[in-house]
């Protein structure tokens, strides 16, 4: 049998439910996978919700990477696992699944010194952040980076990449809880989000390389006027528009629509500032690509992920409300008992 979420449509979070099948035969180009944890992501709110610009039609299940161990091997499938080895893997949607049948593509060696906890923690969070700093950020040494939401799963290894890559990575959190919490993980250089953030950026009085902003609004504004010359915005998400606890309020998600953030080309030129933004889910359609990030990725040698918060897999409901709510430090993960 396989357990898995599942949602009739996108919607309301309170539509997804936890269902049982049959295993179905195992196709000869997959690989199955005992899943022992699931990774959360804001993009698993997002789609719930509808608001996701990759939502599947019809019913699905959420989820976008998974750690466990191959149970079993398709007869025609080309790799080098075998039966038994501890995996970490990306899936286009699918995750919160006990079982996952998938091509080992999308399949990652899990470290022996790392718990399943870890794995689910790493792969969409770090790739999410290597992919805005150095494909599309071009990041260099010494330059100054500002990455908001700093204490999150994509923050935290943002900050971590910047700093293993010789630049100068300065967060933004929206607590002091959470700048105490960066500066026990050895970052120093935390701005506490307070009031109007334009003001403080004035009063911190530094221009940034780079920006990585996943909040949009106000704030989004305020780190672009602050770029430097030939500095860039890279955008890979807008919490502003993070739904209730059920579903979108869509009278004050159109009220953001209309003031988010606009960009007019000319001024741009005459400064040297750039705007990028990506949805990362793309990645998964050019496994080429996805393969060779995910190699430079893990050149890098950075502190394993930190993962804040974890849930039984039978309270998915209830993780989702966690990292919804903003205050996870870390990664949010589902844990599976079978």
């Known amino acids: 049998m ?156 943002a900050m971590k990449l910047v700093k293993a890559l010789g630049g100068n990575p300065v967060g933004t959190v929206s607590s002091p809880d959470k700048q105490a919490f960066l500066n026990s993980q050895g970052f120093d250089d935390v701005i506490v989000r307070q009031g109007s953030f334009s003001k403080q950026l004035k009063q911190v009085g530094r221009r940034y390389d780079l920006v990585l902003d996943a909040i949009g609004g106000e704030v989004q504004t305020a780190s672009f006027d602050h770029l430097s010359p030939m500095g860039r915005l890279v955008v890979f998400g807008a919490a502003e528009f993070t739904p209730g606890k059920n579903r979108p309020n869509y009278l004050k998600a159109a009220w953001r629509y209309l003031k988010r953030p606009k960009y007019d080309i000319m001024p741009m030129i005459s400064d040297n500032k750039s705007v990028m933004a990506f949805n990362l889910i793309w990645l998964w359609e050019q496994t080429a690509l996805l393969k060779e990030q995910l190699a430079a990725m893990q050149q890098v040698n950075i502190a394993p992920p930190h993962v804040g918060h974890t849930f039984e897999f039978e309270n998915a409901l209830d993780a989702i409300e966690y990292l919804r709510s903003g205050r996870n430090l870390g990664k949010v993960v589902l844990t599976v008992n079978k």
């Open 2 to 157: 396989i357990r898995f979420w599942q949602t009739p449509k996108a919607g309301a979070i309170s539509d997804l439910r936890l269902q049982q099948a049959s295993l179905p035969a195992l196709a000869a180009e997959k690989i199955r996978i005992d899943v022992k944890a699931v990774g959360l992501n804001f993009a698993d709110i997002f789609a719930l919700t509808g608001l996701y610009s990759a939502t599947p039609k019809g019913a699905f299940t959420p989820g976008l990477e998974f750690s466990g161990v191959i149970s079993a091997l398709g007869k025609g499938h080309n790799s080098p696992f075998k039966l038994g080895d501890r995996i970490m893997g990306v899936t286009r949607f699918g995750g919160y699944c006990d079982t996952i049948d998938i091509e080992p593509d999308y399949l990652v060696p899990l470290a022996d010194n790392w718990s399943h906890e870890q794995g689910a923690a790493y792969l969409v969070q770090t790739l999410t952040a290597w992919y805005g700093l150095t494909e599309l950020g071009n990041l260099k040494p010494d330059q100054t980076i500002l990455i908001h939401s700093a204490a999150g799963g994509v923050g935290l290894q």
